[in-house]
C-alpha cells in the first residue's frame, strides 16, 4: 500500500486510522457481543453475565520493547497477550479491548500497520476483538502503546482475587516458567540464535487462553498471571491471604533443565522471571486442571519460602529495575 510510505507526519488521522483498521481486519474475526466498533466515540459491547472485568497495562519504547529486538506485530501481540493474561488470572473471559498509540511523527506508517496486524492477530487468538482507541503524538524518539482489555465472567461466577489462598492449598502453574527471562538474556548478550523460542517467548509470550476459565472451574481459590517473576507474585497472593508460599524447587526441575541456553542462570530465570504470563493459582486439595501442576504448597504464615528456606521475592519492579 503506497500510504505505508513514509513517516506518521504528514498524514491526518483519518489516514493513520484507516492504515490501523486495515491492519486489523487482516487477522480476521467477528463478535456478536460487539454491537459498534472502532468508528464511533465508543465502542457498545453487550455484557451477557451484568458485570464487567477491566484492566489496562501500557508498553514504553525503550522499556518494555526494542525496535531492533522485536518487530512491530511482536510488539502488537505482547501488548495484547499481557492485558488478556490478566483477565484469565481473574478466571474471566476477553470480550474486547481499546488501544491508544503515543507517538513520535516520525514513526513510519508502516510500521503502526504491523502493529495493528500484531494486535489483532493476538486478539483473534485470544478469542477477542480490538473494539477502539486513540491516537496522539509525542516528542522525539517516544512510543507508547497503552490497551485496556475489558473481560466477563461465566454467569453467576465470581473472580478469583489474590486473597483467597488457604493454609493447606495447593500452589500450582499452567504453564512453564522462565522462558522470557531467558529469552532477554539472549537478546542482551547477542546471542538469539542459541536458542530463537526463548527469544521468541520474550518477543511475543503466548498464553494459553482458557486456563483461567478452567481454574474457576476447579475451584481456584487465588490466582495471579506470572508477569514479574514467580517469587515476586507468589509473595503478592501471600500478602493479600494472610498466608505463607512455599515453593517447591523440585517441581521445578524441568523449566530449569529447558534453559540450557542462559547456563547455571536458569535457577534464577525461573524464580525471579517475568513477562511469563502463565497463570499461578492455588486449589484446596491437590486435585488441579490438566495441564497444570503443583510447585508448592500454602501454609500459615507469612511471605515466600523457597524448600522451607525464607526468601526475598525478586522479580520486575517498575521503577526499581535498571532500563535496558
Known sequence: MAEDEGP???HTEAQILSVIEHGLSLAGGSSSEVLTGPGDDTAWLRVR???VLVTTDAMVLGRDWRDDWSSPRQVGRKCVAQNAADIEAMGGTATGLVVTLVADPAT???WVRELAIGL?????RAGTLIVGGDLSSAGPGVCVISATALGELPDGAVPVLRSGARPGDALAVSGPLGR??????????????DDPDLVGYQQSPRPAYGDGRRALEAGASAMLDVSDGLLLDAERIANASGVRIDVRTAALAADVAALTAVGD???DCVL?????????ATFAGKDVPSGWRVIGAVTPGAGVSVDGLDTQGGGWEHFTAQQE
Open 272 to 280: 525471579r522471571g517475568g513477562e511469563e504470563h502463565v497463570l499461578l
Open 8 to 10: 506518521l507526519r504528514g
Open 120 to 124: 489483532g492477530q493476538e486478539a483473534a
Open 49 to 51: 453475565s451484568g458485570a
Open 180 to 193: 522470557a527471562a531467558a529469552g532477554l538474556l539472549l537478546l542482551q548478550e547477542n546471542r538469539a540464535a
Open 265 to 267: 542462570r536458569a535457577t
Open 108 to 110: 513510519p506508517l508502516a
